[in-house]
């Protein structure tokens, strides 16, 4: 099979490279397993909750040990380690990841599970810089970010279905997790699909290109988005349970708010070109913001229904923008390959901060704190806007 190792000639919508369409494939979706703990994580710490593993704030720090050792992994293979090998390293990382889930699936206390979803985490970073590599090589990196999203949401919601209504029920959250090492291993089939080396971008200014306030800017706006879900998505089962909604429920509801998902990953592919980046960056920002005020006014439960779905919809037709975004604050792109770590690391802070304004067992601050990170994400999206603007006047 051929490998993207063709030197820096690019090749019709490639920069650099020439993968097939299977070669791409594979790789995203390796990416893909990755993340699939994102949807899933409401089911299966949902689940340790209700079996009395974790407390509500262990809870927080389960969710974000991890989320912050993938956003490390991603950044680190992504900034410091060369695209070559990829087989190899994707086999690698996969087995780790199985390994990794097996353990969680049998620890005896709060500490276990925090290293045991850090080392998780730090494999699952690894696995998604395999597809945001490839993806920054791409001339269309904002459709191509467009598939992979649908493509790891989809099996997220085809997963959360799985657990929700026959494994946790069955075999409670060590099943679940018993089921995410089946699937790492099962996936090693498709490692070796993926091409051996990606052609190498220019790197030699890597950190001198990010650390630039447009750069910066865009995304620390990326980071606050999804601290705003984040928060939310972490607590959705007890804040469900709050107001009266039972766990069962709210695993259908995380099934559906990621089919939500990956209708609003489709809808952006589709019109990613057609709308300005900015536009869509502000209004989906007002919709989050109107979100997480409906969840902390108490709603009933056809409310939860749709704010909960209105959520999923929005997560990731943001995604195109975003790309599109770290693009034009970096031409060099090498601020893309970053939007995952700022994605990750706003979905770790996200639950620990709002954890913290957790009073008792009321969690209507969560939703709260989500609106005021949506505002902070509109509201760097205009500072990086002037920003722009002043550099053009000034060129």
């Not at 604050?329 to 700022?342: G, I, N, Y």
């Amino acid at each position: 099979m051929a490998s993207t190792d063709t030197g820096h000639a690019g090749s019709g919508d490639w920069l650099v490279g020439n993968p097939t369409g299977w070669q791409l494939a594979s790789a995203l979706w390796i990416g893909s397993v990755g993340l699939l703990i994102l949807g899933l994580q409401p089911v299966l710490l949902g689940a340790l909750y209700t079996e009395g593993h974790v407390s509500g704030d262990e809870l927080a720090l389960v969710a974000t040990a991890e989320m912050i050792a993938i956003a490390i992994g991603s950044a680190v293979v992504a900034m410091l380690l060369t695209a070559h090998n990829m087989r190899w390293k994707s086999a690698f990382l996969l087995l780790l990841l199985a390994l990794a889930n097996v353990w969680t699936a049998y620890a005896a206390s709060a500490g276990t599970l925090v290293a045991a979803r850090a080392l998780a985490g730090l494999a699952e970073g690894g696995l998604v810089a395999v597809a945001t590599e490839l993806i920054a090589r791409s001339r269309r990196a904002e459709r191509i970010g467009g598939y992979f999203v649908t493509m790891q949401t989809l099996a997220q919601c085809a997963l959360a279905l799985l657990l929700a209504l026959f494994v946790i029920p069955a075999a409670g959250s060590a099943g679940g997790f018993i089921i995410l090492a089946v699937v790492c291993v099962a996936s090693l089939a498709v490692a070796f699909a993926v091409p051996a080396d990606y052609a190498d971008l220019p790197k030699e200014e890597n950190l001198a290109n990010v650390l630039t306030v447009p750069s910066m800017t865009a995304l620390l706006s990326v980071f606050c988005y999804f601290m705003f879900f984040g928060a939310v998505w972490a607590f959705l089962e007890p804040l469900g349970a709050q107001y009266g909604i039972d766990g069962r429920t709210v695993g259908l509801i995380v099934s559906a708010s990621l089919a939500a998902q990956v209708l609003g990953a489709m809808t952006a592919t589709v019109f990613e070109a057609r709308i300005d980046y900015r536009l869509a960056i502000a209004a989906i920002g007002v919709v989050a913001l109107v979100s997480s005020l409906v969840l902390a006014g108490g709603p009933g439960l056809t409310t939860f229904w749709v704010a909960a779905l209105v959520m999923g919809f929005i997560l990731l037709f943001i995604v195109p923008y975003q790309i599109r975004l770290a693009i034009t604050a970096d031409e060099t792109r090498t601020a893309v390959l970053l939007v995952p770590a700022a994605q990750l690391f706003g979905l770790a802070i996200g639950p620990i901060a709002a954890s913290l304004l957790i009073d008792g067992k009321d969690f209507r601050p969560v939703p709260e704190f989500a609106g005021a990170s949506a505002v902070a994400s509109v509201a760097l999206l205009g500072l990086f806007i002037l920003v722009m603007r002043r550099r053009r006047a000034v060129a």
